[in-house]
């Protein structure tokens, strides 16, 4: 599975939308890009996920770019219960067994 | 709420000690991963089970196992415990063959060895 990069940090107004990025320069052809977030000690949730088109649910929109070698997770009116680690990961659909390889995700915080 | 629920919430245990953790897959779903989270970072695969086999493992020493029941729920098992595996241990389940589909996680078991 391709390796993700994402900062370490962000933040964000209440209300306003949160855009988080991340860069898979070396996703291949069948590997989709998944986004989880984890609000402390909690488990992760799951967000959204998409292969090439853009992808919208009730959580969050996710905009892929056309060589699909970055992504961003739009969180289109954040609110405090926002403020999480999210987690941008690449995963082949035929991955080997289901793992989730997780790297060090995106601190989010949502000022008031 | 996902539908995947964890016991116990907390545990401690002394090093040396065995553990068991306990996970019950969201309804419908037959296979069920295990992961173990560190302190500030992000979790790490330990194995996968489906049919009640183990299918998948990340690199994690024999002494960490597993089972999956016909219900499909799961126990994870970890002997001689050592003060590394002070962690939150999540527990993911999905529907579908092992190597398709969303994973959907617990809200995990906080373990701390003394």
């Known amino acids: 599975d391709a390796k993700t990069t994402q900062p370490t940090s962000m933040d964000c107004a209440e209300g306003r939308a949160a855009n988080l990025p991340c860069n898979h320069s070396?996703?291949?052809?069948?590997?989709?890009v998944y986004w989880y977030r984890q609000i402390h000690s909690q488990g992760p949730q799951y967000i959204i996920h998409g292969l090439k088109n853009n992808e919208t649910n009730e959580m969050a929109s996710l905009i892929i770019t056309e060589d699909r070698k970055s992504s961003t997770l739009i969180l289109p009116h954040a609110t405090l219960r926002d403020t999480a680690v999210y987690y941008c990961i690449v995963r082949g659909l035929y991955s080997s067994a289901s793992k989730i390889i997780f790297g060090s995700g995106t601190r989010l915080s949502i000022r008031p | 709420e996902t539908g995947v629920t964890q016991s116990p919430t907390h545990l401690i245990k002394t090093r040396g000690q065995q553990v068991t953790l306990r996970c019950s897959s969201q309804?419908?779903?037959?296979?069920v991963s295990w992961y173990q989270q560190a302190l500030g970072q992000g979790p790490q695969f330990i194995f996968q089970y489906y049919r009640e086999e183990e299918n998948g493992r990340g690199n994690f020493p024999p002494r960490f196992s597993g089972l999956q029941f016909p219900n499909y729920s799961s126990e994870l098992n970890v002997n001689a415990l050592e003060l590394d595996d002070s962690a939150l241990y999540l527990c993911a389940s999905k529907s579908g063959t092992p190597l398709e589909g969303t994973q959907y996680f617990g809200p995990g078991t906080r373990l701390t060895v003394l």
């Open positions: 070396t996703i291949s052809g069948n590997e989709y």
């Open positions: 309804s419908g779903h037959n296979t």
